[in-house]
């Protein structure tokens, strides 16, 4: 999985669709993606993808998303980030600072769609 | 064809709705969550001549006013009520009513309190419990921007294959909406729950669907309709490649169905 996030990061960096569509040129902070038991953490400073690892800051969980692997398959399948996060019709949920989360929405949302066309 | 903006006062509120021209049968529409009624306006075109579209903003949403205070309606009964007291101040004593999303949702609860002709229920179901607590509370937060953060919302629900400009003008519209009124609306439909009182629905009923809408789901629709058991009429038609919000995305497909149904009444 940290080879495919780093994928991930080349791909989110490559253009300014992430910064710019997405409006992560707002974003200072990180994205932490928990898949079942496993979590990687994006490092990003003002939309750029500065690094990838695993584990959660010793801060704590600034954004992310996370979910079992069921959750995230389906998402794969639809690739509708709303559908996925909705609690009645998905499995994946938002994590940490919610305010935050939702302040960037449009951004993690990116950054999972993105992550549907990396296998 | 001609739109035209009127006001009328109801319930001690300037209540804006546009029409088309005047037709021997009237239709009263409703606008989803958040929305106003510019959404009904390629209906209106489609239908000129034939039927005559009467659509409201509802109160704090497009150009009607909120209520006293600035406060919006927080309860489906009283969006009933407006919504009928709307129609009685135009003297329409039992007039067709269609709606959509939660217009859809309302539709139903209208023919189960007051006398309505028919109803036309689009991506509408009986129940949805389907916003988080969390997700509403968002809405109206000052750090978060609504008019952001229902961006990709919005785009989900839009279907695969919608007429040129719909998608837009639907994307455009999150912009314009007033943080305040689509919680309400949205508080309202997450809570919406008629199932035990489906029965009293005695009209007419055109349920529409738009088969990408992810929202109100087949499971929803086919709930609703099991429970349409004393309609006098049921008819139900589906559309691949259209989501959430049919009356824009296909107003030509939906107006050819709304003139079948109504036609053989």
Not at chain 2, 24 to 34: D, E, M, P, S, Y
Request: charged fraction near 15%.
């Amino acid at each position: 999985m940290l080879q495919r996030l780093q994928l991930l990061q080349q791909k989110l960096n490559a253009d300014d669709s992430f910064k710019k569509n997405a409006f992560a040129e707002y974003l200072t902070g990180s994205i932490t993606l928990g898949f079942g038991k496993e979590q990687y953490t994006l490092a990003i400073y003002q939309g750029t993808v500065l690094e990838v690892s695993p584990g959660v800051p010793l801060t704590g969980i600034d954004i992310g998303v996370a979910g079992p692997e069921e959750g995230w398959q389906q998402f794969y399948g639809h690739r509708n980030f709303s559908r996925a996060i909705n609690p009645l019709h998905g499995k994946l949920s938002l994590q940490g600072n919610l305010i935050r989360a939702m302040s960037n929405i449009n951004g993690l949302a990116h950054c999972c769609k993105a992550l549907c066309e990396i296998q | 064809m001609s739109i035209t903006g009127h006001y009328v006062e109801v319930h001690g509120t300037s209540t804006y709705y546009e029409t088309n021209d005047p037709a021997k049968t009237q239709i009263v529409c409703l606008h989803t969550a958040g929305r106003e009624n510019r959404q009904w306006h390629g209906m209106m075109a489609c239908l000129a001549g034939k039927f005559q579209l009467i659509a409201l903003d509802m109160p704090g949403h497009g150009k009607t006013y909120p209520l006293k205070g600035n406060r919006c309606i927080d309860n489906r009964d009283d969006y009933a009520a407006f919504i009928w007291d709307f129609a009685q101040a135009l003297g329409l004593p039992n007039p067709i009513m269609m709606g959509c999303s939660l217009g859809g949702n309302l539709v139903l609860q209208l023919a189960q309190v007051y006398p309505v002709k028919a109803i036309v229920c689009m991506q509408g179901s009986d129940y949805t419990p389907s916003i988080s607590p969390t997700a509403l509370a968002m809405m109206t937060h000052p750090y978060v921007s609504m008019q952001h953060s229902h961006l990709d919302f919005t785009e989900s629900l839009i279907g695969g294959n919608p007429d040129p400009g719909a998608k837009d003008f639907l994307m455009w519209c999150v912009a314009q909406s007033v943080p305040v009124a689509h919680q309400k609306d949205l508080s309202i439909y997450t809570s919406f729950d008629l199932r035990q009182t489906m029965p009293k629905i005695t009209c007419p009923v055109l349920m529409i669907r738009g088969e990408d809408d992810w929202l109100v789901s087949q499971d929803l629709t086919d709930g609703t309709r099991s429970r349409l058991m004393n309609a006098a009429k049921l008819v139900y038609e589906r559309l691949e490649g259209v989501g959430h919000f049919p009356h824009v995305e296909k107003p030509k497909a939906i107006s050819a169905m709304v003139e079948n149904f109504l036609n053989q009444l």
